[in-house]
């Protein structure tokens, strides 16, 4: 533990230089591929690992590798020797690692874990896919309306009779580009402090993250597709430590460490809570508005009968199914909310500068 605790020390700048040049999931995703291959030939760790560190390209992998051959050289476990970069290795994938380690079942676990690193490249390549379309648009819409307003409707004002009563909705456009006229500086910075504040308070502000994660899983369109996938994080990560014969107490303390959600894990952790008195984990979750009763049933099988493995796997493929599923249909209702509130944004913009000009039109006819 000395030589770990030595070179994370010595780690410290190194890290913040990596997080400048981070190598991608798809390194990860590709690195564990090739150790669980070559683990399955009967290679030893550090034989595999400088068998890869040959053919790697990545400057930051081949670091990694190169590290990680010398502490073992020096009898330090693969899985220790990985703590001095947790930034790029997660805690439960050295979690599972060391287990799978001690119990002789590295290749298994390192292939599994490849795979479900490459499941949620997919899920989060589809929904980066389902967003960029709608961030294009509204960008669009906004340079578009700002241009209007700062442009386009002060010219048009100038045709407009001093006396002429103007609607409400023209009123409201003209009151708007003139404040933007007036203060677009600080509008901009306001735009640009939104973010780093946001960031600050969600990050540094325990009430206020608590608020932003209730709202997140209970908003309209999204809250099904965000619930889906905790269900299926839960139910694979509980799957894979109880496969790696990880205790449940650590098991649930390493769910609540992935989960980024408050509320889903301050529930894992009450869970952990309730165990560590003797209480059953079907129990604990019973009337939980975060996990559904049929997972909930799951776990209570496998409490009376002892038998969770092959079902709770299942229970994950079920809901990975799901979130493919909301994906694609969060895309396909994305779009038309979308042109509906564009639509209406370019309504109000033509209805302020047509209605006063049909006012004008009816009262030279009338004159």
């Not at 400088?50 to 790697?56: L, N, P, Q, S, T």
């Not at 008195?277 to 799951?298: H, K, R, T, Y």
Request: glycine share 2%.
């Amino acid at each position: 533990m000395a030589i770990v605790w030595w070179t994370k020390k010595q780690s410290s700048l190194e890290k913040i230089y990596m997080n400048l040049n981070k190598p991608k999931l798809n390194n990860k995703v590709v690195l564990f591929r090739l150790l669980a291959a070559t683990q399955k030939a009967g290679l030893w760790i550090r034989d595999s690992l400088k068998g890869i560190k040959k053919a790697e390209t990545h400057p930051w992998v081949k670091k990694i590798l190169k590290d990680t051959i010398e502490q073992i050289n020096e009898w330090v476990w693969f899985a220790d020797a990985l703590w001095k970069y947790d930034d790029f290795f997660s805690n439960s994938e050295i979690e599972l690692i060391k287990s799978s380690e001690q119990m002789w079942k590295l290749p298994e676990t390192l292939e599994s874990m490849s795979i479900e690193l490459e499941k949620m490249q997919i899920i989060k390549s589809k929904i980066k896919s389902a967003m960029m379309y709608p961030s294009i648009v509204i960008l669009v819409s906004i340079a578009a309306v700002i241009l209007l307003l700062l442009k386009v409707i002060p010219g048009i004002i100038q045709f407009f009779p001093a006396n002429l009563e103007l609607p409400w909705i023209t009123q409201f456009v003209i009151s708007a580009s003139n404040y933007l006229q007036t203060n677009y500086i600080i509008i901009f910075l306001i735009l640009i402090w939104i973010p780093i504040l946001y960031t600050f308070l969600y990050t540094k502000i325990l009430p206020f993250k608590i608020f932003i994660d209730k709202l997140i899983l209970k908003a309209p369109v999204i809250w099904p597709l965000i619930k889906t996938f905790y269900r299926y994080r839960f139910s694979k990560l509980l799957w894979d430590f109880y496969n790696s014969w990880i205790s449940p107490l650590n098991s649930l303390t390493q769910i609540a460490k992935i989960f980024s959600n408050y509320h889903y894990k301050k529930k894992v952790m009450d869970v952990k809570k309730d165990l560590e008195v003797w209480l059953e984990m079907a129990d604990s979750f019973e009337g939980s508005w975060l996990f559904n009763p049929i997972l909930i049933q799951i776990i209570w099988i496998w409490e009376k009968t002892g038998n969770i493995w092959e079902v709770l796997i299942k229970m994950a493929d079920f809901y990975r199914n799901e979130v493919d599923t909301e994906v694609d249909w969060l895309t396909k209702m994305i779009e038309p909310i979308l042109m509906v509130c564009v639509s209406g944004v370019i309504w109000a913009i033509v209805a302020s500068i047509f209605l006063p000009m049909v006012d004008l039109i009816w009262s030279f006819s009338s004159s």
